[in-house]
């Protein structure tokens, strides 16, 4: 059985994403999974003991589905269960987006359900200095989410207001992009970012890397992003790679060269 997940279904819910460490980049409450519920769709698969066998959860730009997460328990893999929670979390309408992982079964499973390979999404960490800026100011996410709807595929308002609330956030633009920067213990983790054109995401990024000042930076850039060598021949290196996969609607709205998504939102 699949089924919404409530707010007293979290915690087991909860010791499943912990199971795959995805919660390491939320240290409290709230996390990514009540960005799920609140804007999107967290489907779970109960076990007879109050737990959780896996779940899954999208969340919604616009009239954009990204999918941010589908995870089965090991024990409980090639059962049919992520087969019957992707199914559910697909059967909205209109242009679907995701981040598949390394595994080519994953990709295989996307590809069953109309989403295709756009591009490498590359997960990048390195120093934040000695890097070009340009000049930045503090704004509001309702002054961001305009250049967000044109690059992302699609408009989520309410998302990056409550992402700007989470501690450690701050929303940084020039004229014609912006950026979201997340302080953590020791890196500021850079995403959702866009801009108007390739070369204003792009400034937009750095002007908030230079505004936040870390000793180091993390940051998910897709494969056609101008700024992947930019990093890498600033010494940054890649962690970890996934695919940004879209169905054909989704991939004629997102602007992967204009755009910075963040690891768990998109």
Same mark, same amino acid.
């Given at each position: 059985? %699949?089924?919404?997940?409530?707010?007293?279904?979290?915690?087991?819910?909860?010791? %499943?994403?912990?199971?795959?460490?995805?919660?390491?980049?939320?240290?409290?409450?709230?996390? *990514?999974?009540?960005?799920?519920?609140?804007?999107?769709?967290?489907?779970?698969?109960?076990?007879?003991?109050?737990?959780?066998?896996? *779940?899954?959860?999208?969340?919604?730009? =616009?009239?954009?589905?990204?999918?941010?997460?589908? *995870?089965?328990?090991?024990?409980?893999?090639?059962?049919?269960? =992520?087969?019957?929670?992707?199914?559910?979390?697909?059967?909205?309408? @209109?242009?679907?987006?995701?981040?598949?992982?390394?595994?080519?079964?994953?990709?295989?499973?996307?590809?069953? +359900?109309?989403?295709?390979?756009?591009?490498?999404?590359?997960?990048?960490? @390195?120093?934040?200095?000695?890097?070009?800026?340009?000049?930045?100011?503090?704004?509001?996410?309702?002054?961001?989410?305009?250049?967000?709807?044109?690059?992302?595929?699609?408009?989520? @308002?309410?998302?990056?207001? $409550?992402?700007?609330? %989470?501690?450690?956030?701050?929303?940084?633009?020039?004229?014609?992009?912006?950026?979201?920067?997340?302080?953590?213990?020791?890196?500021?983790?850079?995403?959702?970012?866009?801009?108007?054109?390739? +070369?204003?995401?792009?400034?937009?990024?750095? !002007?908030?890397?230079?505004?936040?000042?870390?000793? =180091?930076?993390?940051?998910?850039?897709?494969?056609?992003?101008?700024?992947?060598?930019?990093?890498? !021949?600033?010494? $940054?290196?890649?962690? #970890?790679? #996934?695919?940004?996969?879209?169905?054909?609607?989704?991939?004629?709205?997102?602007?992967?060269?204009?755009?910075?998504? +963040?690891?768990?939102?998109?």
């Amino acid at each position: 059985m %699949v089924r919404v997940a409530t707010a007293d279904d979290l915690p087991a819910v909860r010791r %499943v994403a912990r199971r795959f460490g995805l919660l390491e980049g939320w240290p409290g409450t709230p996390d *990514f999974l009540d960005a799920e519920r609140a804007f999107g769709r967290l489907l779970f698969a109960p076990d007879d003991a109050g737990g959780a066998l896996g *779940f899954g959860g999208t969340l919604r730009r =616009g009239g954009l589905t990204h999918l941010g997460d589908l *995870f089965v328990l090991p024990e409980r893999q090639s059962s049919g269960l =992520g087969r019957t929670l992707l199914t559910e979390l697909l059967r909205e309408s @209109g242009p679907k987006v995701t981040f598949a992982s390394s595994d080519p079964r994953a990709i295989a499973l996307y590809v069953r +359900h109309g989403l295709r390979p756009l591009t490498p999404l590359l997960y990048l960490t @390195g120093p934040a200095t000695r890097l070009p800026a340009a000049t930045v100011l503090r704004t509001r996410p309702e002054d961001a989410a305009p250049l967000d709807a044109t690059s992302s595929g699609g408009d989520r @308002g309410a998302t990056l207001a $409550w992402y700007a609330a %989470v501690p450690g956030v701050t929303l940084y633009a020039t004229d014609r992009g912006y950026a979201a920067a997340r302080e953590r213990a020791d890196h500021v983790l850079i995403g959702p970012a866009g801009g108007a054109t390739p +070369h204003d995401c792009a400034d937009a990024v750095l !002007g908030a890397l230079a505004a936040a000042r870390p000793a =180091g930076a993390r940051i998910a850039l897709p494969g056609t992003h101008p700024l992947v060598p930019v990093l890498i !021949g600033a010494g $940054w290196r890649i962690m #970890d790679m #996934d695919t940004l996969m879209a169905d054909d609607e989704a991939g004629a709205l997102i602007q992967p060269d204009r755009y910075v998504p +963040h690891p768990d939102l998109g």
